[in-house]
């Protein structure tokens, strides 16, 4: 089993060397020249000049990204063009503040949803079920900043003035105010959930349907036992793979969150980096987004076989 | 309707006594179980006999009071050695499931749990120890409930033992996938025996084993139940396994108890119709073999093949095969699963091209791959395969599925109706099943639909794949019936089967495989009655023959405290 984890690490580091060679080629190709974005229309043309030669933007592109790839190793992202500090000391307090966003999503997001699978599929074609089935379908259906506009709507500006609309804060302190937290957190989880809820429904439902489960009845267990001995181990396999595909696209979801709610993560920081062609930044921030996209598959993958019995004897 | 019952006097010793039972389809309220009343005494075993379909699994799972998903008990009573099961109370029904009444299911690979360890599910089957309250008066009873009430680690190792399986902490951390087929079955007989039961259901739970591990498996069951004095419900469609393990038979008949009486009875003189025609369904495992028609034409066999050597990669699975077939007769292929039969059968037909050897056809060689081979010689070989619900597109009319080779292989037909209605005929169905799909047939019919679509090409050779494993016994005894009409015709028949019964019905020479090799070849009769190889001797012991007197069936004969070898 090591040897099939160390394989898919492996794999992962190569996936990753291609999406850093997409990431950088995709910002050089972005519409618009880095210099005159940053000194504005009307800089001579000998400004501009001198800056492309200061931000190296004359070497080939090869030589740009070997000094690229060579700084990723040492956490040397370069400067940001915008504001002249190096990137990793402009989006360090950022990252974290977006992994402290993300991560609370995640824990709360995981077990409920899993739960509430695993409820609605023990009550199938009751009530609960249906009325689960159709809330997640609705909210599956909805894009995050419209779930995030009408949670405002709801619980800060419209109906009820529970809570701050917009975050106001630093980077750096975003736990002072647990409060702030609540809106951009619910929204990740309301957006994340409904395709985790219907997998954990349908598998659950299969193996209540298998004749191991059956056979638990027969030799006369109790019914607790039964779904969290019998049935619930052998139903989270499958949806190990959803719950990872949900929680890679967390990284990305963030951006749109971050923007709505003005929560000083990367997501804000990409769509600042973007205004700005603060090229260093939207490298730095997507490659980031890559790398946890990547690391979650690879906690699913091991995962997945830990679950699964005849991966984990018999691939040791 | 026969179930003569006279529940007036109240025998002590019944363990199970079922009365007007009535299992209900929702929510079409189609009574999938009518009044069937039953009575089984300690220590016997009950054959519950009927195709599938005629709900003996509805009935056994209703004798735990366990109805599946939409079906409903909605009369009858339960008794287990006098204490009623009453559906409606699960508290109470839980406490006797695995006490009092445990179940021995079909495929036991699909009933033990996958993700947990054998220990973890043989120890939590003794669950509630000693809480059962049970009314126990007699000493055997109450030595079985205090084995039951000791430590719960100590009665696992030696329920283990006792089913001949290894009792040591390494093989209880063991998960199901890392056992054979048949250890699995033992592991389900000692989880059904763990909690010494009063009564124990089995549904089928022979059906996925090969016969030589079906043997072991019957001769545990008859053990177990001896030494447990637990009275058994043993559901089969085959006669002649039940013929040879139960003291009283039930015959089932869509959702009926149509026939019940001792074993020697209802086997020697059959009342009721249906009971007759399963009966004759059961093949006769030692004839001289059928007899054809002499081959017409001297002018050497049809197919002969020498020195075939087949793998799939470095993997060697077939070597040094040698087979002569000559017009109008028929060979058959026996073997167990792994032993290359089915191999042997993809390459004669040129599914399978990674071997060598020579394969004669009619005089001219046959090149390995199908696609080398002149469309002339694909129509005379022709194909069925073994699972009659995978091999027609679901897609596609009978109609279409007959012709589409026909068209490939013998050209534009003049009259495609003709074609059809003839195809059909020869495989005994009406002509107007041309229009069907697939899912509007019974496993029987869609098997007859291969064979048509098969025979419509008119072919010299027929190469039957197991075609008949998938069927009831009874559909299997008219599929039989097709083949032998087919070979009276000058059809030459490679029949593929693991079934050692059917050989002698079909067959004129029998050729016996055994890991990649042909261990025997010759006359069916001279095979059957006098096999020289240990494998083959092994085979027809380990077979149930119907034939056999009843008390002189090896697994009546006193419990011998040797359990049954491991496999």
Redesign the interface.
Known sequence: MSRLILYRLGYGLLTLFVVSLVVFLATQALPGDAARAILGRDATAERVALLRDQLNLNDPLAVQYGKWLAGLFTLDLGDSFANARPVSEYLGPRVTASFVLMGLAALIATPVSLLIGAYSALRRDRAADHATSAVSLVLAALPEFAVGILLILLLSTGWLHLLPPVFAGSASAVLADPAQLILPVLTLVLAVSPPIIRMMRASMIEVL????V?????????ER?VVW??AA??AIGPVAQVIAVQLGWLAGGVVAIEFLFAFPGIGLALMDAITTRDIPVIQAVTLLIALVYIVVNLLADVVGLA????VR?SAR | MTTSTDTTQQDERAALDVAGLTVVGRPSDVEIIHDVTLRVARGDILGLVGESGSGKTTLG?AL?A?CK?ATEITAGSIALSGAALDPGDAAA???????RV??I?Q?PA???????RLGTQLR??L??SGADGGEATDAEAAARRRAVAGDPQERVREVLREVALPDDDAFLRR?P??LSGGQQQRVAIA?AFIGCPDLIVLDEPTTGLDVTTQAHVLQTIRHMTREYGTAGVYISHDMAVVADLADEIAVMYRGEVVERGPADRLLGDPQHPYTVQLLRAVPILKTAGHTAPEPAGEDGPLLRVRGLRAGYGRATVLSGIDLDLARGQCVALLGESGSGKTTLSRSLVGLHHQFTGEVVFDGDPLAPSSYRRTAEQRRRVQYIFQNPYEALNPRKRVRDLILRPYTHLAGQPQDPDAVVATALERAALPASYGERFPDQLSGGERQRVSIARAIATRPDLLICDEITSALDVSVQAEIVELLRNLQSDGMALLFVTHNIALVSNIAQHVAVLNKGEIVEYGDVGTVMSAPTHPYTQALIADTPDFELSFGESPLHRPATKSAPGGD
């Open positions: 349907e298998s004749e191991y059956q056979q638990a009845r027969l030799k006369g267990l109790p036992v001995r019998h181990p052998n679950a699964n019995p005849k004897v | 799972l735990l366990h998903r029904v839980r406490r006797m499931r695995g006490r445990a179940y299911p495929s699909s009933a033990l749990n996958p993700a947990l939590e089957a669950h509630d998960y996938h890392q989880m």
